[in-house]
């Protein structure tokens, strides 16, 4: 990750991100990889997990991406995860660049509004990974 300012802490810095339709192992891995980066409201130890025989499970958590704690190590996937992330431009940006540290990623849909944006973003294993 490049060593981009700090933004000044508060709900500007606030990123919502959410997984679906992925198995509880990538889940984690892309959740690991943002707790490695970040400060977040879910604890690094909150493991995703999925009720037997239950509806399909959603993962959410915020992070706030005012500070840097480090870099990601690259990642494993067992498929390809999309993940939504919502929050203003700079926020954003901040995560997606942290999620390159660890996957390839890629925009694959956008929505803007006046304040913020939700992204669309499609991770990968590294090829080199």
């Given at each position: 990750m490049t060593t981009q300012q700090d933004l000044p802490a508060g709900t500007?810095?606030?990123v919502a991100i959410t997984l679906d339709s992925c198995c509880k192992e990538d889940a984690h891995a892309v959740l690991a990889a943002l707790h490695a980066s970040f400060p977040s409201d879910r604890s690094p130890e909150d493991v995703p997990a999925e009720p037997q025989?239950?509806?399909?499970i959603i993962w959410t958590a915020t992070f706030d991406v005012s500070r840097t704690l480090g870099l990601a190590r690259p990642g494993?996937?067992?498929e390809p995860v999309v993940i939504t992330a919502q929050g203003g431009y700079h926020a954003v940006d901040r995560l997606r660049e942290a999620l390159t540290e660890a996957f390839s990623v890629r925009?694959?849909?956008t929505s803007a509004g006046d304040q913020e944006e939700e992204v669309r973003l499609r991770l990968e294993s590294p090829?080199?990974?």
């Open positions: 500007d810095a606030q025989g239950g509806p399909p494993r996937l067992t925009v694959v849909g090829a080199a990974a």
